[in-house]
């Protein structure tokens, strides 16, 4: 029988054979589901700060972000019709004139892997549709990602567009991508950057709270 200590050693190290079997062993030996969904995301948060620290690698983040959708699966059946908790509404998109997502795609993973409802918008995504979109989820966090010194403006075009539309002291906007750095976030009017998963998690958590 399945523990709970070792299913969260399997989304630790990434190991995503049989998890959808232990998670539902896991709640069958009595734990609630709630109970179980924190232990996990504390697992996601260990694995977060692996990869800040370098121990950890972009496969390894893949891996374990899988691992936790296949859990989540399982105990989004367990609760029924009771809504999971979340941390947070998060809304996240690649800027405009930028097709790529593959870090984006790690800092979603991550961000529902701790418990944040996160609404995912793509990429090449302009202002105006983050404009649009905003105003139709009401999200508390706005990420944006660019991973193009030719598009890394774009976050500034988009900062502007918010306060344009009365929105910005409605919302956080968190920045990231690779040739973003935290003083040009900063300049683009953004309250927060983030290097990677890891640090959106952390950085996501004082967001909503402030």
């Not at 070792?6 to 709630?34: C, F, H, N, Y």
């Not at 691992?67 to 947070?88: H, I, P, R, Y």
Request: glycine share 12%; aromatic share 6%; with cysteine.
């Amino acid at each position: 029988m399945a523990e709970v200590k070792d299913l969260v050693q399997k989304v630790i190290v990434g190991d995503w054979k049989d998890i959808a079997r232990m998670t539902q062993e896991v709640l069958d030996s009595g734990i609630k589901p709630e109970d179980l969904i924190h232990q996990l995301q504390g697992g996601m948060e260990i694995v977060g700060d692996k990869y800040s620290s370098g121990e950890y690698f972009l496969p390894d983040m893949m891996k374990a972000a899988r691992c936790m959708n296949f859990a989540l699966e399982v105990l989004k059946k367990a609760l029924g019709g009771d809504a999971m908790q979340t941390l947070g509404r998060v809304l996240i998109g690649t800027v405009k004139g930028d097709m790529h997502d593959i870090g984006k795609n790690i800092v979603v993973g991550f961000l529902k892997g701790v418990g944040f409802e996160v609404i995912d918008l793509g990429t090449d995504v302009s202002e105006n549709k983050f404009v649009e979109e905003v105003i139709r989820y009401e999200p508390q966090v706005v990420g944006l990602s660019a991973l193009l010194t030719t598009t890394m403006h774009e976050i500034g075009v988009v900062v502007k567009k918010l306060e344009e539309k009365g929105l910005r002291s409605k919302v956080k906007v968190m920045a990231g991508g690779a040739p973003v750095t935290a003083d040009f976030a900063k300049r683009m009017g953004a309250d927060a950057y983030a290097a990677d998963g890891g640090a959106a998690v952390k950085i996501c958590k004082q967001l909503v709270k402030s």
